[in-house]
């Protein structure tokens, strides 16, 4: 019969056998956009970024010749 070369803790063990799986995302809508979004993450809502609501990067305008 085999031998493991080092023991495994309890801890170690019992994370392997847990059944408890992550949740689905918290989603939240934006007040200003109404974009639905995951919370702590930046969105794009017509090529702008938006994170808390807030414009973080403006969309670059195509300039037509």
């Known amino acids: 019969m085999a031998h493991p070369k080092s023991k495994i803790s ?7 056998r ?4 992550a949740a689905t995302p918290q989603l939240a809508t934006c007040p200003n956009t109404g974009e639905i979004h ?3 993450r930046a969105y794009f809502v017509d ?6 609501g807030r414009m973080v990067i403006q ?6 010749e």
Do not use: D, P, V
Not at 18 to 21: A, C, D, F, I
């Open 10 to 16: 309890k801890q170690r063990k019992r994370k392997r």
């Open 18 to 21: 847990t059944h408890y799986k």
């Open 38 to 40: 995951m919370y702590h």
């Open 47 to 52: 090529g702008n970024m938006f994170y808390k």
């Open 59 to 64: 969309a670059e305008e195509e300039i037509e």
